[in-house]
């Protein structure tokens, strides 16, 4: 029998919608596959694999990075790395090799939210 999960979606509730459309198409290089509502109030943003939908709730309560975070795995970190520098996001620690066998770093978007960018091997 085939498994009834198709996929998932990560859900940022953000601050300032147009804001992080800008960072993640501009400065990641995600692209804006739909948008919803006048004015915008939820977005998807895609790369390859990896979907981030955005949405401006009633209220918005800053993430704790503590408990608010996305891993995403690329084939080829130092790549990712050196775009994000050109791009002046924030960068919290340069890629290294981790005890956990993988070389990632870390950078926070305009919320706050933790994003690592990581590959194995």
Not at 40 to 68: M, Q, R, W
Not at 101 to 112: A, E, Q, R
Request: proline share 6%; with cysteine; charged share 20%.
């Amino acid at each position: 029998m085939k498994d009834n999960f198709s996929h998932s979606a990560t859900i940022f509730p953000v601050k300032n919608i147009q804001e992080s459309i800008v960072f993640y198409t501009q400065k990641l290089g995600f692209s804006k596959t739909f948008d919803w509502g006048e004015p915008v109030s939820y977005a998807v943003l895609k790369k390859g694999g990896v979907n981030i939908h955005l949405s401006t709730p009633d209220s918005f309560n800053p993430p704790s990075s503590e408990h608010c975070s996305l891993y995403i795995f690329v084939y080829n970190v130092q790549e990712i790395y050196e775009k994000c520098l050109s791009e002046g996001v924030k960068i919290l620690n340069a890629p290294e090799t981790r005890d956990y066998k993988m070389t990632d770093f870390d950078i926070l978007d305009p919320d706050g939210y933790l994003i690592t960018f990581g590959n194995g091997g």
